[in-house]
């Protein structure tokens, strides 16, 4: 047998076969091997994810109230007279946070963001000099607990500062709830620093 006439053709053959091993390879290792795999060999640590959820959203505390949506959609102020509504609704806001925190644990996020409501003016001070951060140290301490930073959405709206805007009409959702439905430039940007 003549070897020298199939040594071209060998070699030929030889490089696409490597050439097409290498490629397969690729291909494999991007578009089929199962993710977890790569995150195992990777070994991803939580930094390396980022993203923020809104896994503590304090709307969800008021939806196994019932009847006390919509007291809380007539706005912030009214709402807190209802002392018992208040402190149902805080109760179901410990809960959902306690139960929420081991979920987020397992997602590898570094951040949640912060929906509207736990950095509200009108709910930290909702009277002129007369601050109160239980509902903000309720989310934050679950934040920690769950190993997650938190990124604050600041409202900077209070209804006493807000006195002469007028109400936002025709709008019935609770994230604006939390500022009595009342959204217009600052009057005291004084007051607005020291909150």
């Known amino acids: 047998m003549n070897f020298q ?35 195992k060999e990777k070994v991803v640590g939580k930094s390396d994810l980022f993203g923020t959820m809104l896994a503590f959203n304090i709307n969800d505390a008021a939806i ?5 949506i919509d007291a809380l959609q007539k706005g912030w102020t009214e709402f807190k007279k209802d002392n018992s509504a208040y402190q149902n609704f805080k109760g179901n806001l410990k809960k959902l946070i306690q139960d929420r925190a081991k979920l987020v644990k397992a997602t590898g996020f570094s951040i949640d963001r912060e929906i509207v409501g736990y950095f509200t003016w009108n709910v930290i001070e909702p009277q002129k000099g007369q601050f109160d951060w239980e509902l903000t140290d309720i989310y934050v301490k679950g934040a920690s607990n769950a190993g997650v930073k938190i990124s604050a959405v600041i409202q900077p709206f209070a209804s006493w500062d807000q006195k002469n805007t007028p109400a936002i009409t025709g709008c019935n959702a609770l994230d604006f709830a939390y500022y ?16």
Not at 18 to 38: C, D, K
């Open 5 to 39: 006439k199939f040594t071209p053709r060998l070699i030929i053959l030889l490089i696409t076969i490597v050439i097409l091993g290498v490629a397969g390879f690729f291909i494999y290792n991007s578009f089929f091997r199962p993710a977890q795999q790569i995150v």
């Open 64 to 68: 196994d109230m019932p009847g006390k």
């Open 180 to 195: 009595d439905y009342k959204a217009g430039p600052l009057n005291d940007l004084t007051e607005y620093e020291i909150f």
